[in-house]
C-alpha cells in the first residue's frame, strides 16, 4: 500500500454479475472507474472464453472433450492450467484439477444457479464416488508448445483456482488503466494491485459472498495481496436425493465432509489465498497447522461454532452473538465477544 | 593358375585387419560428425519458469515438472482488524438457522499449536436454508450498479 493514497471515503465502486457469479470493482480515483472496469470487463471475458466449463464454445470445454489426444491451448488457458497444477503441487493433491468429471457425477453440470436447490430437511450424507480420478499428475501441460494433455475420461476443473486467478489479473489491469488503487472482488475472492486507501480496504469475511456487509462475520481491513474465502455452507444443490457441494475431496470424489463450514484466508495473491483456504476445507483437522506453518493468516469457521485463527488473523474483536442472538438450535448465545481457548 | 602360398595368405589377412581398422575408425569419427550435426540442427530447450504476471505467484510448467514450486506466499502486510462493524449485525443473527447436521468436528485446539480459538457465539447458518434468500437476491446477470465505496467488499464463499 502506498502512502499518501485517497482514503476509503474518496474510492468509487462499482458491481455487476459475469463468470457466473458476482464482481465488485473499488478504485481509489472516482474519475477511473469507467477506465478501470471497462479493462476488469475484457479481462473476466477473455477468462471466461478460455476457462469456463459450462460453455459450449470456451476453451475448456473443447479440451475436455479432446481428452486422450494433445490439444493445443491459448496461452490465457495454458496459464490458469498451470497455476491449477502448482497449486496441486503445492497442497498435495488437496486442491486438482482433474475433480471436473467427479462434480459432474455430483450433479454440477451446469451453472449451479441452474441446479436443483437443496431442500431444507437436513441433508444425508452424500455418498458419491467418482469413478475416474487420475489425479493431477496425468495432466502433461507443455508450455513451450503450448498443448495440453489429458487422459482421456478426464475433465480438468478450474474453478478451485481461476476465479481467485481472474481477481489477480482483473485488479492489474484496473489498477493499470486506471492508474490507481484497485480492489476486484471475482465471487468473494478478493484482489488487490495498486496503491489502496491509507488504512486500507475495508472486508467483511463471511459465509456466503452475495450476503451484504450486515451478515455475521468478521471485518478486517487489507492493504495488499488478495483474501479468498471458501465455504461449504454456500453453492450447494440437490442430487439424486443428496444435498452436494463444489468442494470435491480429490482423494474419494466425493464433496468433502470436514470440521470447516467456511475457511478465509489472505496472502500475496488471491490466488494463493484461495488455493489454502480451499486445500483448508479438504484438509480438514490438520488445516490450521498447516495454514500456520506456511505463514498464511487464516480464519477458520467450524459447523459447530468454533472459529480458529492463525498467523496473525486478527481476533474476532467484534461482539460474535450481537448481544445475545438465538441461535437456531435455541441456545442463548454470549453476547460477550470471543472466547480464548 | 596363380599358387596361394602361406605367405600371400598371411598378407591378405594383415589387409583385411588393416582396412576392418580403418572401417571402425570411420564409422565412430561420422557417428561424431552426425550427432554434432543433428545437435547443432535441433537444439534443446531448457524448462523455464514462465513469465511473472502483475508480480503474482507463478506455477510450474506441467504436472509432471520436476520444478521445484514456490511456496503458497504469505501477505506483505497480514490483514488488520477493522473497528467498524455492520449496524444491522444483529439483526442478521436473528435470521440464522442452526448448524448443519455435520458431526465430525474435532477439538480444534491440538491441531493447530500457533492457533487463537475462540467460540464463535453465533450459530453458523444452516447451509439448506441460507441458500435460498441469497438466491433470490442476486441480480440478473447483466444488471450493474454503483456500489457505496465506504461499505465492506464482502468474502465469502461462492
Redesign the interface.
Known sequence: ?GTGAPT??S????????LG??I???VTAPASLAAARAAVEGELAAIDLACSRFRADSELTRLNAAAGRRTRVSPLLA?AI?????????TGGDVDPTVGRALELAGYDRDW?LLE???????PAPVLRARVLPG?????????RGTVSIPAGVHLDLGASA?AWAA??A??AAASAGGCGA?V?V????AI?GPGPAA??????????????????Q??????????????????WRHEGA?M?HIIDPRTGAPV???W??V?V????C??AN??ATAALVR??????WL?S????AR????????????????????????G?????G?V????G???? | MRIHTTHTRDAALYQLRRANRWLIAGSVLLTGVFTEAAASAFPGKTTKAPARHGGRATAPSSGSSTTTPKQLAPPAQTPQASSETPDSEAQSHGQEGPPAPESQTPAQESHAPEAQTHQESQAPSQPESSQAAPESSTPAPEQSHEAAPEAPVVSGGS
Open positions: 500500500m476509503g471515503a474510492a468509487a465502486g462499482a458491481a455487476w454479475e459475469a457469479t458476482g465488485v470493482l473499488r496459464e498451470e497455476l491449477a497444477l502448482r497449486g496441486a503441487v503445492l444457479q436447490p437443496p431442500g431444507s430437511e437436513p441433508a493431477w499428475r496425468a495432466v502433461a501441460l507443455d508450455r513451450e476465479k489477480d489479473r485488479a492489474d480492489l472482488a465471487g468473494g475472492d478478493i494491485a486500507g480496504w475495508q472486508v467483511r469475511v463471511t459465509d456466503d459472498h452475495r450476503s451484504d456487509a450486515s451478515a455475521p462475520g471485518s478486517i481491513r487489507v492493504a495488499s495481496g488478495g483474501v479468498a474465502t471458501s465455504s461449504t455452507a454456500v453453492r450447494r444435498t457441494h465432509r470436514g470440521p463450514r467456511t478465509s489472505a496472502a500475496a495473491s490466488a494463493d488455493i489454502a480438514g483437522e490438520d488445516a490450521p497447522a500456520a506456511r505463514l498464511l493468516p477458520l469457521a467450524g459447523w459447530r461454532g468454533e472459529l480458529v485463527t492463525v498467523a496473525g488473523w486478527p481476533a474476532q474483536d467484534e461482539p460474535l452473538g450481537g448481544g442472538a438465538v441461535a437456531g438450535d441456545a448465545a454470549g453476547g460477550g470471543a472466547v480464548a481457548a
